[in-house]
């Protein structure tokens, strides 16, 4: 079910965590607000995460197995949110691919422009490096 139109995405979110248009957390929000491997399920999506550092720590608590469980449920719980976004918004969805239509000719036509321009700045280039 997509949002209204009328609503913002300033609205939509509260926080820092999305709301649907109910007003209730989406799944994404409580996927993330769980567990794995008995660390916050959002440590997993840090820029830092280090997947071998979170693997050694987790297995002081927990058996590999248990911990691989873990993450197939996570990931499915992960894909499950995937789907979701994409119901609730499928007309949009859609609506970028069909957008996209034409990109490629679009595209075509500015790369020889763009490509004579990078020629000739690397020329630029050569002759004030000789210079």
Do not use: W
Not at 28 to 46: R, Y
Not at 72 to 80: E, F, G
Not at 81 to 98: E, H, K, P, R, W
């Amino acid at each position: 079910m997509a949002a209204p139109a009328h609503a913002s995405e300033d609205s939509a979110r509260t926080n820092g965590v999305a709301k649907d248009e109910h007003g209730g957390s989406d799944q994404l929000a409580v996927a993330l607000s769980g567990f794995v491997g008995g660390f916050p399920a959002s440590e997993l999506v840090k820029d830092e995460f280090d997947a071998q550092d979170f693997v050694a720590r987790a297995r002081r608590s927990a058996p590999l197995e248990d911990l691989v469980q873990e993450l197939q449920n996570h990931l499915l719980n992960l894909r499950a949110c995937l789907v979701d976004a994409i119901n609730q918004d499928y007309t949009t969805f859609v609506g970028m691919a069909s957008n996209l239509r034409g990109l490629d000719k679009a595209l075509g036509r500015v790369h020889a422009p763009v490509e004579t321009l990078r020629v000739e700045v690397s020329e630029l280039r050569e002759v004030t490096a000789d210079a």
